[in-house]
């Protein structure tokens, strides 16, 4: 029960410090933003081929906002030291990354609601509500395979002066079955599924989730521990 | 007198480099041209060794990284290096020839130097992986530090192949069809076996090499700095 707990304070902790300061949502999701108004000056005014690609653009402009997120979610950790002494109080590390993990998750999948409509509205693609509910569906589950590699591996980048580098090298090859399979989905779901595809790449994603968060959890406690 | 004992990685090595020479003998000059294909089809007797011996790295460095990470183990830290930049450099020359054999065969005539096959694509993202695993130990100063992190990166990376080789096959099997497997005739067999365990050797060589310049610069690392002389030392002597 321990574990829970202190699995439940770290979120708090996070969702807090999140709600009082709020710069970091706002300045993300700008960032997203700029990212999807950039994608259509790159492709030019044609309509065309904006709609056409607006799911990879979306899940782009979403995929590069949760890496400057996720970066950011340890940066506060390591100020002052703050993470040797959650570790010191003691907090199991494995509660300490679930706690995380889960906050990340929250933060990511929020990014969704505020982009999504903005971009389906620059690139001028029509979706009722209901579809709307279906594509953060989608987006959700994705963001629980962003944040829980993104977690390890921010942890780890944290420390280091090069942090800002490494973290998109490490994270970019490894997310591309995420990318390939949410960018599907919401193809699909944008366009019509006519052959019955949705069902498989739902099922990568949800293979992605459950295996990242298996592995990396039982990992974390190397990466954050002194030896 | 003493004899300079010969480190047991250097008969590998040497064994390695003789049967490369033989098998790629027999498979320049004494296996048959293909049929359609043609000589450039010989680039197959380095291009799949390479596939797999690449393979073979990957999954040693993968091993070494749960060796790391259970026992602590500095070895098994060295051989993990050894095992992912061996490995890397392999799928940077399989990707190589993989783009000369294209070259002169699927793409010739055209403009194309790249396809979004299975196999093409998986291996690029491989070696970008595993090239990700050196770039974290690279920035990382602390030693046990850069064994522990290596390993979780490491372990973290190679359980990601299968998922990125499904994800590519889903993806393309909207398009075409994955290409047909060869059909390998008897006289090609041999030199491809041959070439296999001499690039195989060749790299076991490089891992236990990798390794003990990785162990020696632990122990450099350990090794106290020179104590900075007194002035009063430094005056009289």
Redesign the interface.
């Known amino acids: 029960m321990t574990f829970l707990r202190q699995a439940l304070a770290i979120l708090r902790k996070d969702l807090l410090i999140e709600w009082r300061g709020r710069s970091r949502l706002f300045s993300v999701l700008l960032f997203g933003v700029v990212t999807l108004l950039l994608f259509s000056f790159a492709v030019g005014p044609d309509g065309g081929a904006l709609e056409e690609n607006a799911s990879g653009f979306l899940v782009l402009a979403l995929l590069l906002s949760s890496t400057l997120a996720l970066s950011e979610s340890f940066r506060l950790e390591q100020e002052q030291r703050a993470i040797e002494g959650l570790l010191l109080v003691p907090v199991d590390p494995v509660a300490l990354y679930y706690g995380k993990v889960t906050g990340n998750t929250l933060f990511l999948f929020l990014l969704g609601p505020l982009l999504m409509p903005i971009a389906l509205g620059l690139y001028g693609v029509p979706a009722g509500p209901e579809t709307l509910l279906r594509l953060l569906g989608v987006w959700g589950l994705a963001a629980a395979g962003l944040s829980a590699p993104g977690s390890l591996y921010a942890a780890m980048t944290s420390r280091l002066q090069s942090r800002d580098v490494l973290l998109p090298i490490l994270l970019f090859p490894l997310l591309v079955p995420v990318l390939v399979a949410a960018v599907k989905a919401i193809d699909l779901l944008l366009s019509g599924d006519p052959m019955g595809q949705l069902r498989d790449w739902l099922l990568l994603l949800v293979a992605f989730d459950l295996i990242y968060w298996a592995l990396c959890g039982i990992l974390f406690p190397q990466a954050v521990e002194e030896r | 007198m003493t004899l300079r004992r010969i480190p047991w990685e250097h008969w590998f090595g040497g064994a390695g480099l003789a049967l490369l020479l033989i098998g790629s003998y027999i498979g320049l000059f004494v296996a048959p041209p293909e049929r359609y294909m043609g000589e450039v089809q010989r680039i197959m007797y380095v291009h799949l060794p390479c596939a797999w011996v690449s393979m073979v790295c990957f999954t040693a460095a993968f091993a070494s990284a749960i060796g790391s ?1 259970w026992t ?1 183990g500095k070895k098994w830290d060295g051989a993990l290096v050894g095992a992912i930049e061996a490995g890397v450099v392999l799928n940077v020359l399989l990707l190589i020839q993989g783009i000369v054999w294209g070259r002169a065969t699927w793409w010739e005539g055209t403009d194309k130097w790249w396809t979004w096959d299975v196999r093409l694509t998986t291996s690029l ?1 491989m070696c ?2 595993f090239a ?2 050196l ?2 130990r690279a ?2 100063e602390d030693r ?1 530090r850069k064994a ?2 290596s ?3 490491t ?3 190679y ?2 192949v299968p ?2 080789y ?3 096959r ?2 393309r099997s ?1 398009h075409q069809p994955q290409s047909s497997p060869e059909t390998v005739s008897s006289l090609m067999v041999t030199p491809l076996r041959i070439n296999s365990f001499a690039v195989l050797f060749i790299a076991i060589w490089f891992i236990a090499r990798r390794a003990r310049i990785e162990l020696m610069r632990r122990q450099m690392d350990e090794v106290p700095l020179p104590r900075r002389l007194t002035p009063q030392e430094s005056a009289g002597g």
């Open positions: 990470l602590g993202l970008l992986l990700g695993v770039a974290l920035f990382v046990e522990s992190w390993a979780v990166a372990i973290v990376a359980v990601d998922l990125v499904f994800c590519v889903w993806m909207l």
